[in-house]
């Protein structure tokens, strides 16, 4: 479980870099950033994945493919899920939509926290039951003062819910899964960058720039692939209040640039940044109650030993 919130800690903060990453891009519309992060993202997490030895799940979902070539189709959803919300992240605040994409990201959290009680049966502790209601609080709020929810706030919470229950479903929710999404969206990502000669031009004229799309495909790649990790590590519950995470930090850092929270707004951020701190307390609690069995199971075993000799 540690390594499980360590990776979902390490995607929030990657998250929350490449969320101001992007804008050294320059001119780049959305459609342009989507297609070099995709194919920058692909050469680094094949490389991650054969330092890691996880580079086994693409030849054995390889090997499945062939044994059942309808498992295609499903990869096809797969990858078109994946790569719809990574393109949306990217296209909502290039086109005045920003509020709608992250009110998802506000909702997402509590998605996945509500399937993983509902669909999967997973018990909530007594404190990831204050940290989801605060978080039903912060975010009904939210909902309550924009007064309607656009397609692309549904969008990020229903999208990322059903990615991660088909992936467990067909069994692909391992980096080999997501290697073969990045894989088969490559045809659309070069499509979006040859759309426009313009943004080619631009990266053979300016050499500095294919050191930045490299930094982004190298950022993408330990985002992306830590929280694929992270989902597989965790309990949908446990992994979905850690997702607040990415928000939280993406607030704090628009603050540290100059950016403010309105008077109306503070009812839907304060709740939020508390049950953060619960899932904070409830980590120490965690930690702190293993290492005592651990002491104690040693302890035991100290005393047994005592005994025999």
């Known amino acids: 479980m540690y390594k499980g919130i360590a990776l979902s800690v390490l995607a929030s903060i990657t998250f ?68 719809f919300q990574l393109w949306l992240f990217l296209w909502g605040p290039m086109n005045g939509r920003g509020l709608q994409v992250s009110l998802g990201y506000f909702l997402l959290p509590l998605a996945l926290v509500l399937t993983g009680r509902f669909v999967y049966k997973e018990k909530l502790s007594i404190l990831q039951k204050i940290a989801v209601a605060l978080a039903i609080f912060g975010v009904g709020h939210e909902l309550w003062r924009l007064g309607s929810i656009a397609w692309e706030t549904v969008s990020v919470a229903v999208g990322y819910c059903l990615y991660f229950m088909i992936r467990k479903k067909i069994q692909t929710d391992n980096l080999g899964g997501f290697w073969w999404d990045i894989l088969l969206c490559i045809p659309v990502a070069i499509y979006f960058i040859q759309a426009s000669g313009e943004s080619i031009t631009q990266v053979i004229g300016a050499p500095i720039l294919l050191l930045v799309i490299a930094g982004l495909g190298l950022l993408s790649a330990i985002g992306l692939g830590s929280y694929i990790l992270a989902s597989r590590y965790l309990p949908m519950v446990l992994f979905g209040l850690l997702s607040y995470l990415e928000p939280v930090l993406l607030a704090g850092a628009s603050l540290v640039l100059g950016e403010s929270i309105g008077p109306d707004e503070w009812l839907t951020y304060i709740p939020i940044w508390m049950a953060v701190i619960v899932l904070v307390i409830e980590g120490i609690r965690h930690m702190y109650i293993q290492q005592r069995k651990t002491q104690n199971l040693k302890r035991n075993v100290e005393k047994y030993n005592e005994r025999i000799e």
């Open 16 to 83: 929350g870099i490449l969320y101001f990453y992007t804008r050294l891009l320059g001119d780049f519309d959305g459609q342009q950033t989507f297609g070099w992060r995709i194919v920058s993202t692909l050469p680094f997490l094949t490389l991650f994945m054969l330092f890691s030895g996880d580079f086994a799940h693409v030849r054995s979902i390889g090997q499945r493919l062939l044994k059942n070539p309808f498992l295609i189709f499903v990869l096809l959803l797969t990858s078109f899920l994946t790569c």
